[in-house]
């Protein structure tokens, strides 16, 4: 495995996408334990976008629990329903909030947050077994690109779930 990601120098988030997912399946492909995986895929986010936090939340019992992140402290635990996170365990969908100040029950961990989208994972039996979160500096930040991109790496995660 490289540990140096080779990311093009771009604003097309597409083309940046496309250079990070095959290097993120091949850190994957070498790494069994999830906690080692989580902590990897929110660095490589973090390298290829800078966003203000990119990170884990697992779902234990009737709540998320922090996990591997990049950026300021967080929160450690939001209820099932709760906040963005809560919302998509809930529903079992990626939300994508353009303006966190608009969602209702919005948990802010951080002021700098102004957009925020939502993914969830699954594990091998089809369960909400955790979410990735990742929240920008900038309104309406995230698109369906981002949703799709980010849900393909989020699958590279779900056969290190029991
Ligand atoms: N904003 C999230 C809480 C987690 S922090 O953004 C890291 C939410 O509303 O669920």
Same mark, same amino acid.
């Given at each position: ?14 083309? $940046? ?18 906690? &080692? ?21 697992? $779902? ?12 300021? *402290? ?22 994508? $909030? ?19 989208? *939502? ?11 955790? $979410? ?14 981002? &949703?799709? &991109? ?13």
């Amino acid at each position: 495995m490289s540990e140096t990601l080779q990311l093009p120098k771009t604003d097309d988030r597409v083309a $940046v996408y496309s250079a990070l997912f095959p290097q993120v399946r091949d850190l994957l492909n070498d790494e069994h334990d999830l906690i &080692a995986a989580m902590a990897n895929v929110s660095a490589a986010l973090r390298q290829a976008f800078n966003w203000h936090w990119i990170g884990f939340y697992r $779902v234990m019992g009737a709540e998320l629990v922090l996990g591997p992140f990049q950026g300021p *402290v967080a929160c450690s635990r939001i209820g099932h329903g709760k906040g963005v996170c809560g919302t998509a365990w809930a529903d079992e969908r990626t939300l994508i $909030v353009a303006d966190v100040d608009k969602f209702p029950g919005h948990i802010a961990c951080s002021p700098l947050s102004k957009s925020e989208i *939502v993914v969830p994972i699954r594990d091998r039996s089809g369960r909400i077994a955790a $979410v990735l979160d990742i929240d920008s500096e900038r309104m309406d930040d995230f698109n369906e690109v981002d &949703a799709h &991109a980010l849900g393909r790496i989020c699958t590279l995660l779900e056969p290190l779930f029991e």
